[in-house]
């Protein structure tokens, strides 16, 4: 906005919140727009509403009302957001914005405004507009009492910190699978193969002529990424792409989509428990093998690791890498991408989006029907079930971040994750993708106060998609649910052979 002094007279933008009259100096409004769709940030100060995307760049958005030390009330068509000016934008939520005025700067009063301050407000000066009290509202003190300065800034890469989580001990001895769901038969690829999960498009533009594994392609960041059926190339029966989930791996020099049922679990094993396939299940036609080699997950679970480069015949390859679907693209050059590119775990909590750095997560699994409940310990902790043998300590997600109890727990998921301390389980509502993030879409976090400090890593921005995820800290996350209480665990290894499930 313009200058707000012109001519001894000063400029104000009025706004109304809970029926009281308010001004800025309009020298400290950069824009006014309608309220947007925000990203809760968990365990943050109650005036923090959350985080907007303003064409590319993350806002937190204060409420007024709450600034005030009054309670919230549910946005409507008429509620506004004021973008302040400056180096940290913030954006306030307000009721509604009034009027832009020119006041004479004989009309406001200063002197007064200890006597008109209700309690909550920080006022700067009064004045009168069409027979009302308007009061300019000192914002900067009300942002500093709700938000203390001090709180860390995250400014560093955040790919440089995964990579630090890249040298935790004991990582490189362990295999990180991805299991998925083919015709009800549980398969896994090498995480190191695959790229990201997405789910997969509702239409498809054919190829013709195309092998009948060839599903078609699909829009992929600024290129074409051929889709082809697990289904097909494992000689089962074709099915609809109803809820289906797309494993971006590469072929030769090129992005596929391989589409398969569902995805599973995410799993951290151990290389003893994976073994070469028998040479008489690789048998195929030119003798190429599809299973590489089998996992023994349990007595009764049997997972047939996969190879991309080996599910296809030889004209299918010369076709993936020829020059009709992905020559010259960002997709056919996925090494270089994944060099920058950050891979995270993508899950829900009341509708709210969350990722963890993939590097962070040691497994993913259905959330177990027996846990085993203990004494005097914080209430999100659930309790602890034993995980192939080793004690977990599992925390609900949903109680940690002071959130509802959901009603509908089939697709629940416990997500194991790591630090350089510790190790537990999160219950979360759902797991919804793999993904990988360009660095120009990681953006720092806004400093926070509270617990919300250190918890919020980096935001993660896909304004095309219109989502916004906060990435956690899993160093924060696990440290916060009572580190001695955590340590006793990773201490006291006989407890794992006295304590039986129990619901």
Known sequence: MADSRQNGNQRYLTFRSEDRLYALPSSQVAEVIRMTSLARVPQAPKSLLGLANLRGVVMPVAGVRSLLGRAEAAAT?????????????????????????TVPESEVKSEDTELSALAGEELRGIFQTGGKVT????IQALLA???????????????????????????D????????????????????????????????????????????????????????????????????LSRCKVIVTTVGKTSVGLVVDGTRSLLTVNPSLLEKAPPILNARAGGEAQIAEIYRADRARLISVLVPDRLFREEVMQKLTGTDLAMNSTATRPGEALNQDLRVLAFKLNDNEFALPIDAVDEVARVPDQI??????????????????????????????????IEETTGRRLVVVRSEEHRAGLIVDSVTEVLRCAPE????????????????????????AGRML??????????????????????DASFKSTKQPRR
Do not use: C, W
Not at 94 to 99: C, G, L, P, Q, R
Not at 135 to 138: G, T, Y
Not at 151 to 164: E, G, L, Q
Not at 446 to 463: K, M, T
């Open 77 to 101: 068509s008429i509620s506004r957001l004021i973008v302040l000016d400056g180096a940290t934008p913030v954006a306030l939520a307000v009721d509604e914005v009034a009027a832009l005025v």
């Open 135 to 138: 009061k300019i509202l000192d």
């Open 145 to 171: 009492r709700s938000f203390p300065e001090g709180a860390s800034k995250r400014t560093a890469s955040v790919v440089v910190a995964a990579k630090a989580n890249q040298a935790r001990p004991n990582m």
């Open 173 to 240: 001895e362990r295999r990180r699978l991805v299991t998925f769901d083919v015709a009800g038969q549980e398969y896994a690829l090498d995480l190191r193969t695959v790229q990201e999960i997405v789910v997969a498009p509702g239409n498809l533009t054919h190829i013709p002529g195309s092998d009948d594994a060839v599903m078609g392609v699909m829009p992929y960041r600024e290129t074409l990424l051929p889709l082809m059926s697990m289904r097909v190339l494992l000689g089962l029966p074709s099915a609809s």
């Open 372 to 405: 085993t409940r203990l004494p005097k310990t914080p209430k999100f902790l659930e309790g602890v079930v034993n995980l192939r043998g080793v004690v977990l300590p599992v925390v609900d997600q949903r109680r940690r971040f002071d959130m509802p109890a």
């Open 441 to 464: 879409a990681i953006k720092p976090a806004p400093d926070f106060a509270g617990e919300a400090a250190g918890l919020v890593r980096s935001v993660i921005n896909l304004e095309a």
């Open 470 to 491: 906060l990435l956690l800290d899993p160093a924060e996350l696990l440290s916060r649910a009572e580190r001695s209480l955590l340590d006793s665990f990773n201490k």
